[in-house]
């Protein structure tokens, strides 16, 4: 096995930094009731503020800073989000609390094109996803760990390597992952001169086991591959979802595009994952807290592709349509990106020797991209009604899927021609010349199960009218048996 590991050191700070495109000085606040900095972005240190200072240290250096309370909640939720993205590189995900993703991407070697491009596939993806973090590869997982996190960007793919990269790592990676040395037994290696893991290999395990130091030889083979080391995996969701916190509220559309990008990434990844494509999504704003008259207030935009895609351009598209219809109500505070049903999407049939390069058309984007700009209602189509009646032939439909657009089902249209141009309302006419009457009559009674105000018993003919177009008029059969043209021939 090999195993990919991603170490998000700055997770705290990263789960609110990935929502903004700004470079406002951030820091996040520990718990109360302290509050001091527990980590601060690149400006903010560049302010001389760093993490340990009290929040009011932190006002008094940078007066503009922007101050959020950790959220291990946010910090959970990412990681969950981050395995899901992950999926579209490796089925073997497994989640390695509180900062670490572990991918066993052995089998997704040859996909990628080996192991180097392999990981930078990963690292350039994960910086479209919005976080930024420190990989390793190693043929097992906790060695994987300590080198992401003392050692990034080292790739060890056999075992023979693998003791002369781990032997240069500080003691203090003990204390690091899964049933991790207690801080007693650190500092009795620390205390006898063990600097680095090489000291403590060269230790009698009999003499550690005494010292109640078990969990040192434990990690140690497990990391050096002499006993195995199973994970758990982690089972992405079947319905997507995730949240993006806003670092400050906001009302500014680009702004909001650009945590639209990051949530769209995380969505790509679950699809590719699965192989499939989505129909639409919903994009949720929910607005600033506190604010009046929009306390807990969220507006849920439905995007219809128009068609069955994973094509984040595409959904990209259609949201900005939606966010810049009407202007916001108020500042959001937060994004939220919710699909489900996802759909096994077939790749496109393409010809050898297409014309355009296989450029071509699509009807179902430009129906959606009119939709969000001009509404849901305001986008319909025609279909053939079963009814005898002309003014009832027809009906507004909503427009089908692609897939759906098929002749079967339709009602039959009748053999006698019927006009492309037809009257809201029968405009009165004189009687016409029997030489202009071309066609007819065709008898059309129907219409008594609505009741009598929509029952019609005319008598239709093709006529031609004075100035030599073609014409549909009727006879009313009752009295006064009045002439009306109904229609136009193109």
Same mark, same amino acid.
């Given at each position: 096995?090999?195993?990919?590991?991603?170490?998000?050191?700055?997770?705290?700070?990263?789960?609110?930094?990935?929502?903004?495109?700004? !470079?406002?000085? +951030?820091?996040? /606040? @520990?718990?109360?009731? *302290? %509050?001091? $900095?527990?980590?601060?972005?690149?400006? &903010?240190?560049?302010?001389?503020?760093?993490?340990?200072?009290?929040?009011?240290?932190?006002?008094?250096?940078?007066?503009?800073?922007?101050?959020?309370?950790?959220?291990?909640?946010?910090?959970?939720?990412?990681?969950?989000?981050?395995?899901?993205?992950?999926?579209?590189?490796?089925?073997?995900?497994?989640?390695?609390?509180?900062?670490?993703?572990?991918?066993?991407?052995?089998?997704?070697?040859?996909?990628?094109?080996?192991?180097?491009?392999?990981?930078?596939?990963? !690292?350039?993806? +994960?910086?479209? /996803? @919005?976080?930024?973090? *420190? %990989?390793? $590869?190693?043929?097992?997982?906790?060695? &994987?760990?300590?080198?992401?996190?003392?050692?990034?960007?080292?790739?060890?793919?056999?075992?023979?390597?693998?003791?002369?990269?781990?032997?240069?790592?500080?003691?203090?990676?003990?204390?690091?992952?899964?049933?991790?040395?207690?801080?007693?037994?650190?500092?009795?290696?620390?205390?006898?001169?063990?600097?680095?893991?090489?000291?403590?290999?060269?230790?009698?395990?009999?003499?550690?086991?005494?010292?109640?130091?078990?969990?040192?030889?434990?990690?140690?083979?497990? !990391?050096?591959?002499?006993?195995?080391?199973?994970?758990?995996?982690?089972?992405?969701?079947?319905?997507?979802?995730?949240?993006?916190?806003?670092?400050?509220?906001?009302?500014?559309?680009?702004?909001?595009?650009?945590?639209?990008?990051?949530?769209?990434?995380?969505?790509?990844?679950?699809?590719?994952?699965?192989?499939?494509?989505?129909?639409?999504?919903?994009?949720?704003?929910?607005?600033?807290?506190?604010?009046?008259?929009?306390?807990?207030?969220?507006?849920?935009?439905?995007?219809?592709?128009?068609?069955?895609?994973?094509?984040?351009?595409?959904?990209?598209?259609?949201?900005?349509?939606?966010?810049?219809?009407?202007?916001?109500?108020?500042?959001?505070?937060?994004?939220?990106?919710?699909?489900?049903?996802?759909?096994?999407?077939?790749?496109?049939?393409?010809?050898?020797?297409?014309?355009?390069?296989?450029?071509?058309?699509?009807?179902?984007?430009?129906?959606?991209?009119?939709?969000?700009?001009?509404?849901?209602?305001?986008?319909?189509?025609?279909?053939?009604?079963?009814?005898?009646?002309?003014?009832?032939?027809?009906?507004?439909?909503?427009?089908?899927?692609?897939?759906?657009?098929?002749?079967?089902?339709?009602?039959?249209?009748?053999?006698?021609?019927?006009?492309?141009?037809?009257?809201?309302?029968?405009?009165?006419?004189?009687?016409?010349?029997?030489?202009?009457?071309?066609?007819?009559?065709?008898?059309?009674?129907?219409?008594?199960?609505?009741?009598?105000?929509?029952?019609?018993?005319?008598?239709?003919?093709?006529?031609?009218?004075?100035?030599?177009?073609?014409?549909?008029?009727?006879?009313?059969?009752?009295?006064?048996?009045?002439?009306?043209?109904?229609?136009?021939?193109?």
């Amino acid at each position: 096995m090999l195993w990919c590991a991603l170490v998000l050191p700055d997770l705290a700070l990263q789960v609110f930094t990935r929502g903004r495109s700004d !470079a406002a000085p +951030l820091a996040i /606040l @520990g718990p109360r009731p *302290q %509050l001091r $900095v527990v980590a601060a972005d690149p400006t &903010a240190m560049a302010c001389g503020v760093a993490p340990g200072i009290s929040r009011a240290s932190a006002l008094a250096l940078a007066p503009g800073l922007h101050l959020q309370e950790r959220t291990p909640a946010l910090e959970d939720a990412a990681l969950i989000d981050i395995a899901t993205w992950a999926g579209r590189f490796t089925s073997s995900i497994s989640l390695d609390p509180p900062d670490t993703l572990l991918l066993e991407i052995q089998a997704s070697l040859r996909l990628f094109g080996g192991l180097a491009p392999l990981c930078a596939a990963i !690292a350039e993806n +994960l910086e479209e /996803l @919005g976080f930024a973090g *420190q %990989l390793a $590869v190693a043929p097992t997982p906790l060695a &994987a760990r300590w080198l992401a996190r003392c050692a990034p960007g080292s790739l060890i793919d056999s075992n023979a390597s693998l003791a002369v990269a781990l032997d240069p790592l500080p003691v203090a990676v003990l204390g690091d992952g899964h049933d991790a040395a207690t801080p007693a037994s650190l500092d009795l290696l620390t205390g006898i001169g063990a600097h680095v893991l090489a000291d403590v290999r060269r230790l009698p395990r009999s003499g550690l086991a005494r010292r109640h130091a078990r969990a040192v030889t434990a990690q140690l083979d497990r !990391a050096y591959a002499r006993v195995p080391d199973p994970r758990p995996w982690f089972v992405p969701p079947e319905r997507y979802a995730a949240r993006l916190p806003l670092p400050a509220p906001t009302d500014q559309v680009d702004t909001l595009l650009f945590g639209v990008r990051r949530l769209l990434t995380g969505l790509s990844g679950w699809l590719d994952a699965r192989q499939a494509g989505l129909e639409r999504f919903t994009l949720v704003l929910e607005y600033e807290r506190h604010r009046q008259g929009h306390e807990g207030r969220e507006e849920p935009h439905e995007i219809v592709l128009g068609a069955l895609s994973r094509d984040m351009a595409r959904c990209q598209l259609l949201a900005r349509e939606h966010l810049t219809r009407s202007p916001l109500p108020a500042p959001v505070d937060a994004l939220r990106l919710e699909a489900d049903a996802p759909r096994l999407l077939t790749p496109p049939r393409s010809d050898l020797f297409d014309g355009d390069d296989g450029r071509q058309g699509d009807p179902g984007l430009l129906l959606a991209t009119l939709r969000a700009r001009l509404g849901h209602d305001a986008v319909r189509c025609l279909a053939a009604h079963p009814d005898h009646r002309p003014e009832r032939a027809w009906r507004w439909i909503d427009p089908p899927p692609e897939r759906n657009v098929t002749p079967a089902g339709l009602p039959d249209l009748p053999s006698s021609p019927r006009p492309l141009w037809l009257l809201a309302t029968p405009r009165p006419i004189a009687r016409p010349a029997t030489e202009n009457l071309l066609a007819g009559p065709e008898r059309i009674e129907a219409g008594w199960w609505d009741g009598p105000e929509a029952t019609v018993n005319r008598d239709y003919f093709v006529a031609r009218s004075h100035d030599d177009s073609l014409v549909w008029i009727f006879q009313e059969r009752q009295p006064p048996h009045g002439w009306f043209v109904h229609g136009y021939f193109s």
